[in-house]
């Protein structure tokens, strides 16, 4: 048995807001729930609602850049950053920026809506 796997076909998760999210790891392609691997690009001018997630995130930004609103604070990161969200905390992300943001996500347990607790938009 093989001691390791490669995702050539990741699951491309549906959006209606631009957003480019392709899952290589986690709920949605292996059945992983403890860990989730995404590969995203976020188009100028996207945000998310607050949200309070009941997951640690881990963000690496390849292009471009992001925005957080961590309980009011704005942070923002650029190429070559990153960042680890502590989960259970209040935090709105969005790319107000002119150009499409690419990122890594790891979530630690995986990703899963459930898990998310977004605010009304």
Same mark, same amino acid.
């Given at each position: 048995m093989k001691k390791?796997?490669?995702q050539k076909s990741p699951f491309v998760v549906p959006t209606d807001d631009g957003k480019v999210i392709k899952e290589h790891f986690g709920n949605a392609t292996n059945g992983n729930k403890n860990m989730s691997l995404a590969h995203m690009i976020a188009p100028?001018?996207?945000?998310e609602p607050f949200q309070t997630p009941e997951f640690e995130e881990y963000t690496f930004i390849i292009k471009g850049k992001?925005?957080?609103?961590?309980?009011?604070? *704005?942070v923002v990161l650029s190429?070559?950053?990153?960042?680890?969200?502590?989960?259970?905390?209040?935090?709105?992300?969005s790319n107000p920026f002119d150009e499409p943001c690419e990122?890594?996500? *790891?979530?630690?347990?995986?990703?899963?809506?459930?898990?998310?607790?977004?605010?009304n938009e």
């Open positions: 390791y796997s490669i100028p001018g996207w945000s992001k925005q957080f609103n961590i309980d009011g604070e *704005i190429a070559g950053e990153s960042i680890k969200l502590e989960k259970n905390i209040r935090v709105q992300y990122y890594l996500a *790891i979530c630690t347990p995986a990703f899963s809506m459930d898990l998310v607790n977004r605010e």
